[in-house]
């Protein structure tokens, strides 16, 4: 076979040991977090049926799928419409028309689909409400770009089969443990569905009221101005856009902020639920004395269509990387699968914004423990026996260690130790041998030592 | 959008709650052994270039790979093909030519052809010898059936760039300290793929030898006389299959073996390198004081081509369920991505295995500290607001704990705790709150007791 210069598909990554250790480090806290609010762990396979995909993220979204080829004599199918069919032929050169013969599984695209699947799937076999948490790799066949990839990790968690408003509580209490843990200063942004329904409602243009929110969600990135000119685009009238200006820059602090918007809203049922349903959260979160700041945010949409209260969506103060958190309420996602009116919340943390974060702060702890701890230098065959069940005695004792397996020259050996940053290396020859003692050198301070191998220990373990 | 009624790829598997709480149970045992040796983790993309997968797995497991559609229009250079090619047509009717030109990638097949990958795209970065480890899931199109599945969970360890025996030793003390830790006896088969080179070499059928190592490993399966049979069809002659009789039925102390066998291969130089290799592995395992019996096996060739020295496998000794982890030596893997002369050793656990093996012995410890400990009731909206700072304190202690989000009938409330296995209930009503005090229910003993806080948290963590 000829040789192949190796490389991976385009968007996707290796991750080293010392970017495992930091996404570990991460995924750890995490799912610490969501363990001690009461979710469980649960994971579905890479692969869903295409029908459980398609439709469900929009034209764009189906694009993005990445497709399985069926096994097999995938085109059998189609050769065998060939005699009933005369436009076999032309379905065979036509990407669209010919993929849903020779496709019928495709990688999963969120968490969210797959969860709500395995909710209705496995119905009888849950509690409600049944509070999950999930991490695994998604899949997109996005363009990639710098922080975009077509293989990356979300971390989601959500409760379904209950309205409380406790449980969008808890999911902030979630986000402020995670990253005070993580040591990252965030901003929470909430905002409701039923207040920008409301909103849309009173300017008289209810039915397009997902061309206002994707409109004003973008207020931030390219200013009111810019905002008014697509509304004004979408056919909003003049005079609703007009009556969207005080609403769009509703300033001041909550407690000011409520009541005007409970009187802009007051003919709206939907607008006013909205309000109050806002207000019992942040009275609740008040009572909570959280780390990170929390604010109401009506141009907070995320562009998402399935979202029914609450909306989340959490920033870095620090960094300007966009969201690294986001999620809401969603009253009926298992609807599609047959399972109607089961209202769930739920958050997604990114973890690869989270690692870049960390890593533009310097904020990932340090790595040693992750690593081997001690490692014994080889001086050849008899010294290898001597040191072996040293080791066995080392890594009883809980201590990551090794010995480097080949005799090879001192130098080369110590590199090996230096560039895995091993902070102990113990050297036993004759002498050592005979004196039954080790030679331990601390590889940070280049001191060495000689001491018994139960001194050793009991020192490290102290 | 129709109802669907919901379902996942045959042979995938949804993991519950409760088989994740085991499945990590396994891999955290598995990953802690495997950073007490000395690696670290490394991991790869779920979908790899078709170039790097197809030709390494043999013509079965070119046609087992999952093959990603690409994305777009991925008939364009078919259609494109059709002006300057008049065969393109019956390219696009056939799977097996249309293949090439509509998919890419596909989803990897095992760990260690992208790990091979990995270490020559990296070979700047790495420090040799390469100790790490992989933990991934892996996909196959195999037919499903009992115990095998189109995706399931490989646990690799491997180290590159050694030619030292230490790494077969160190990797038998894994396998060893994997499976005491978690309660399984087992076997651990050792053999080495040069005795069996020296076999085949005295027979005079040095040729052969992938026939005779693929017909001698169904000793066990089919019994001497069908191996004797399919050794006979495979060609090899009757006088070559009469000298393979007392080196298949070698019995004995190993002390007795090495000896007799040593005696055997005496003209073969790489038999006898085999021999005096396993000798040497052997002869330091015996000082290592084991818990698990290893012995040597020369029907063990575990069906793969490419090991050239030791080879490894381990079964339960209580459950007849076939290899629960396996592997071996192999001169020259990354020799195809362009890096020839490397040398490697390294096993595999098979996670689900093992999995049906803790739970056919019963082996998995007590579930409750993955899962909630402590649940308040809740009766509504003055002691919701009442119980969430107490809850933030319970968690900030590191106990898991939730609060039923709503104000249900206590009989629904208390079937969701046993449900849910959670030890404790604390009930707070107008007395409680008054008293400043708990009533905290043991879900186990049904005892009631009233406490303050700070109490239990105490209590709990002593």
Redesign the interface.
Known sequence: ?A???????KG??????IE??RR?YIFDIIKNVF????Y??????????L??LL?KYGEEGD??L????N??????K??SQ?SEDSSS?SI????NK??PF????G?RYDLTVPFA??V???RN?I?F?F??YQIQ?V?R?DRPQKGRY??FFQCDVD?IG???L??E??LV?IID?VFDRLGIVSVIKINNRKILSGIAEIIGEADKITDITVAIDKLEKIGLEKVNEELNQKGISKKAIKQLQPIINLEGKLKEKFPKLLEILKESEIGVKGVEETMQIMR?LK??NLKSKFKLDLTLARGLNYYTGAIIEVIAKDINIGSICGGGRYDDLT????LPDVSGVGISFGADRIYDVLKELNRFPDDTK???QV?FV?FGEKE??YC??LL?QI?KA?????????AMKMKKQM??AN??KIPFVILIGENEMKDNILTVKNMNTGEQVKILLSEFINDFIA
């Open positions: 076979m040789t192949q210069k190796p490389s991976i598909p996707t990554r290796d991750f080293s040991p495992m250790v570990n363990q001690k609010y009461g469980l762990p649960i994971e579905t396979p890479a692969m869903e049926n029908s459980t439709g694009r993005l990445f497709k399985i080829l096994s097999g004599d995938y085109l059998q189609i050769r060939k032929k065979a050169l036509d990407s010919l993929a020779i496709s019928e599984k990688l699947r395995y209705v799937q496995h076999e509690t409400p509070k999950r790799p899949w066949a077509r293989e409760v209950s309205n409380s406790i449980n509580v808890e209490q443990d609740h009572d909570l609807g599609i699968f047959g992750a690593t081997t490692m080889n290898e026996k072996l069940p066995s890594r809980g201590i990551n260690a090794e010995i480097y397996p080949d590199s090996y560039t895995k």
